[in-house]
């Protein structure tokens, strides 16, 4: 029997590349929408580009609570869809691809969103279809892990029989190797190397996998793979996007 891979990670809006590189080869990515809502996170807000490259920041006006849980979050401002949906319009109208996802992009934006959490799902769904991953959501606040941190990953695999827990470059800051080697899970890190893409292969790292959609449109996962890395967990370096 093969190994189970277990990917956890906090829905965000409009995630990076390396999000979903990260997906290219399990069926499943475990949603961790129990945890407490972070401001300075990419929960709510990202980074797209426009044509001279130049960033231009996506985000979600969300109600302060201190305290509540990702699931809990309730945007402020309806009227954010039509900006954003404006925003990106403009931003990307002369993008090659622009017109193959446009009337997605639009229909996302036209849904009366009240709760955050509802609305990344969606945009993780939006992207899942465009790269043509077949891989199933599954939200943590129906049933939230028991423990924090390391314990709590630790029952998400046993949950999901999972013999593998595949993270990021900054897990070493939280993560406690001995508990999952006790537990018989084995830790993987995946890397995201930027891949250059778009018409002069100039486009920016660390944007919103949307900007690689946009420019790229059925070649984004074959861009994905070939930046797409990962390694036993043998030290701790600093993740540098979520």
Known sequence: MGDRVLVAHQPAYWPWCGYFSRLLDVG???LLDHVQFSERGWQHRNTAADRYGRPVRLTVPVRRDFGQRLTEVRIAEPDFRERHWRTLSETYRRAPHFNRFADRLQELYARPWTH???????????????LDLDVTLVRTSGAPP???????LVDLCRRHQANVLRVGTGAGAYLDAGLLDEAGIRIEVAAYDHIPYGRTRSRPSGLSVLDLLMHEGPRARAVLTAGARTAPFTSTPREVHA
Not at 117 to 130: G, K
Not at 146 to 152: I, R
């Open 28 to 30: 499943e990515l475990v």
């Open 116 to 130: 955050l959490v509802d609305l990344n799902e969606a945009v993780t769904r939006l992207i899942l279809d465009a």
């Open 146 to 152: 028991s423990g924090t941190k390391t314990v709590a």
